[in-house]
């Protein structure tokens, strides 16, 4: 298993190397690393729809009303994980674990039409196997500064002075200085002077259910001289991505995977485009899944010592939605 992605992420290099345009879709647990050039895009049946690269020619209209139910796991059954994640935070294994959950959705819309008509920053139509509407950036590379944005806290746009709220939210404020500092090493190990230079900013998100402010910050780094033009060795350095699994990351792996009791898959994983010079990458969230004939949301937040059971399990309800107006 090693070898087979060991030599993807090697040819990601090559690729980058030899300025290639491709675009590279990474999953989870980097287990299953997947390469397209230009070229082969239109043939692998993938839809992408990103702020500077989309191979979407028109988008089909929607004459239908929108259908959208979901059924949610009960609390009890989000406490059995939750609690497995709070002991371990309680021993020192981690602060800072997220934890996701795989809810089962029904909707009379295909992937494909949640793809064409959901408005996000990053999306994804794979294969009719999943899709995406991502708000998050994973990194991006410009002329050898590489840039990560994390974002960590949401709350609903439509509560009295929301957005002072949530910047002022003890336990928000906590997961995001974690999340930052975790980003800031993890940039460190590809690149030097690491810095952040946007702390907690508001970001706007709308979406059919209900609007969102949801909080971000800006790092960057001067790509260290032994990753220059190295695409593939940057990823594999710097994944799985720490803002979806926590800190520290190996032991935080281990929780996630025991309390969760289900395979990710390629959601929270990373996919990307690299144009034959500079690169934009999103994490793989806000995630609908098929399996046989039926469909799933992943969804999910982050867990600290100062998280509560009953706002953790809204907060990952919250997240089922698409953002279709």
């Known amino acids: 298993m090693f070898s087979a992605n060991h030599q993807k992420f090697i040819e990601m290099d090559e690729l980058s190397q030899q300025k290639v345009p491709y675009f590279f879709i990474i999953d989870f647990l980097t287990e299953n690393v997947e390469i397209f050039k230009e070229d082969e895009i239109e043939n692998s049946g993938l839809l992408i729809d ?6 979407v020619q028109t988008k089909p209209h929607l004459n239908k009303k929108v259908e959208w139910i979901s059924y949610p796991e009960t609390l009890e059954s989000f406490k059995t994980g939750f609690d497995k994640v709070q002991k371990n935070i309680r021993f020192g294994n981690s602060y800072l674990v997220n934890y996701t959950r795989k809810t089962k959705i029904e909707t009379n819309l295909t992937l494909k039409e949640i793809f064409y008509h959901s408005s996000a920053k990053y999306k994804v139509f794979y294969k009719d196997f999943f899709v995406f509407f991502s708000p998050e950036t994973f990194v991006k590379i410009n002329d050898g500064k590489i840039f990560t944005y994390p ?15 949530l910047k002022n939210d003890k336990k928000e404020k906590a997961e995001h200085y974690t999340v930052v500092d975790l980003l800031r090493n993890d940039l460190s190990m590809v690149a030097d002077d690491v810095k952040v230079d946007k702390f907690q900013y508001i970001d706007f998100i709308k979406t059919k259910q209900k609007d969102l402010y949801a909080m971000s910050s ?22 799985p991505a720490g803002s979806i699994l926590g800190a520290p990351k190996p032991k935080t792996l281990e929780i996630i995977l025991d309390a969760e009791g289900y395979e990710r898959g390629y959601y929270t994983g990373v996919c990307g485009w690299f144009d034959g010079k500079n690169v934009d990458s999103c994490v793989m969230i806000r995630f609908i899944e098929k399996e046989g004939e039926e469909l799933f949301f992943k969804s999910g937040g982050g867990i600290t010592h100062m998280s509560r059971l009953e706002d953790e399990y809204q907060e990952m309800k919250n997240k089922i939605y698409v953002p279709i107006h």
């Not at 990103?50 to 191979?55: A, G, L, V």
């Not at 800006?218 to 695409?231: A, C």
């Open 151 to 165: 974002m960590k806290g949401t709350i609903d746009a439509s509560l009295d002075n929301a957005a002072e709220i």
């Open 50 to 55: 990103f702020q500077n690269f989309s191979n």
């Open 218 to 239: 800006e790092i960057s780094g001067n790509i260290k001289p032994e990753f220059t033009g190295k695409l593939g060795s940057i990823m594999k350095k710097l994944l």
